[in-house]
């Protein structure tokens, strides 16, 4: 064991080597968190050219932490193996890193990994996955599954996941952090309230609500028996997937004899509320979550 290596220091032009290429890829592997694509050039976007070639685009692909590239305005062309027909195949494209150990000698290709074919549903062609980290000598990173009717591809279907860059992971965080502001047109009250403070808010997928409102002169409820505070729904962005249930009270004139409502907010948009007795003033509140 030897302890704590230092990386990014300076040392005597005449001592040995000590920085391999596990070295950055545990580096890069800390701050991609995982296999990927990164979000540049065509994304190593995928072409067939015939039922024998498909076609990977530049990109710059992450395995293990270990970077290869295919320079833009290049490309890579796989060669796919024959089909058979009446049968089924799932070939898939690699990126393969194999290593003879820490060190030592290397190699990052871009191969076709045949499944077996077969009269029923093909499946995939089982893959090596050793973490490098750990000192894993092989991990093949799946690019696309090529699926083979015949001896015709009938699809390419992406299996890697992009790797976001810094500032758009930043827009991401900034759009679910962001707050929006709603008005009485996306939650509409019915005319017979009269409102007098109102304040509808999203942040990120959090609905939060709350509203003050009383009946009109000439205007009650029956008790026991459920109601809409509008017309219509609001609007569908601000929709919860399933009913969640809001704080509310009702009382009499100038805010005397408070009594808890049942309120709750459902899928279609609508919040409604019963109450056990006859309330001329109403203060609801609460939050759900949209989608």
Known sequence: MSGLKPITVNTDPTAESHIYAEDDAAIYQSIFG???????????????????????KDGVIVVGGHIARIPYGDYSDCEIANGQSGRKRNDIII???????SGGIDTYTLEVKQGAATTGDATDPALTQNNLYES????????YRVRIEGLSIVGVEQMFELVPTIPGMNAYMSEQSGEKIYDESDLPIANFYDVTDFDLRKRGNEV???VSLSMQSGTQFDPNTLYSLGPSAMIEELRPSKV???NGFGCDSNWGNPTQISIFVDTSGYVRYCASTRK????ISGHWIAG
Do not use: H
Not at 95 to 101: E, L, P, R, Y
Not at 136 to 143: C, D, F, I, S, T
Not at 280 to 283: E, L, Q
């Open 136 to 143: 894993g000598k092989v991990r093949e990173m799946p690019l």
């Open 244 to 246: 969640y249930f809001l």
């Open 34 to 56: 995982s296999d990927g694509v990164l979000t540049i050039g065509r994304q190593c976007e995928s072409q067939v050219i015939s039922n024998n070639k498909v076609r990977v």
């Open 280 to 283: 001329t003033y109403f203060k």
């Open 208 to 210: 939060f609500f709350n």
């Open 95 to 101: 990126a393969k890193f194999v290593t003879t150990g």
